[in-house]
């Protein structure tokens, strides 16, 4: 897990438990491939609950996306991500792009448009990069970002695996 302003800015999990967030954020080219998806996905499994954050889901080509819809997730009695996303609470998956993480106009799906806390898998985490310039992006694992979005602070996932 990577601390605002740089991805150079290093720290674990456990280390900024006291983080809170108000979003997580998973996709984009580097952190929505169908692996990190699965991985979100046995998180969300595992925790039973639902999310306490707005939870945005961005996979990074047509392709994921159709894993999404279509492939079990181990160990999860048949069901897709898709299924266990919806059960979380998350919302649901959204078009191949990279939305928010390149900020974008304001109406770019999953913007920080005011100064939020997010937990992302994306790559960068410089000001403004997700939009608003004061918003602190912690860049993290899909397992992370998952647990995160299950307790509304930086969490390690290994909480609930």
């Not at 996306?65 to 048949?78: A, F, K, N």
């Not at 609470?89 to 304001?106: E, F, H, K, L, V």
């Amino acid at each position: 897990k990577k601390q605002p302003h740089s991805p150079d800015n290093r720290a674990l999990a456990r280390e900024c438990n006291n983080v809170k967030i108000d979003r997580v954020y998973i996709g984009s080219c580097t952190g929505g491939k169908t692996e990190d998806f699965m991985a979100a996905a046995k998180v969300f499994l595992a925790g039973g609950n639902t999310v306490k954050v707005p939870t945005f889901l961005v996979p990074a080509t047509q392709k994921v996306w159709m894993d999404i819809y279509t492939l079990e997730v181990p160990g999860s009695g048949g069901k897709t991500c898709s299924k266990i996303f919806e059960e979380a609470g998350c919302d649901p998956p959204a078009s191949p792009s990279c939305a928010a993480c390149m900020g974008g106009p304001r109406d770019t799906y999953g913007r920080l448009n005011e100064p939020k806390v997010c937990v992302s898998t994306t790559n960068r985490n410089f000001p403004g990069r997700m939009g608003h310039i004061e918003g602190q992006v912690y860049l993290a694992s899909p397992y992370t970002a998952a647990a995160s979005a299950l307790t509304g602070f930086v969490t390690d996932p290994r909480k609930f695996l």
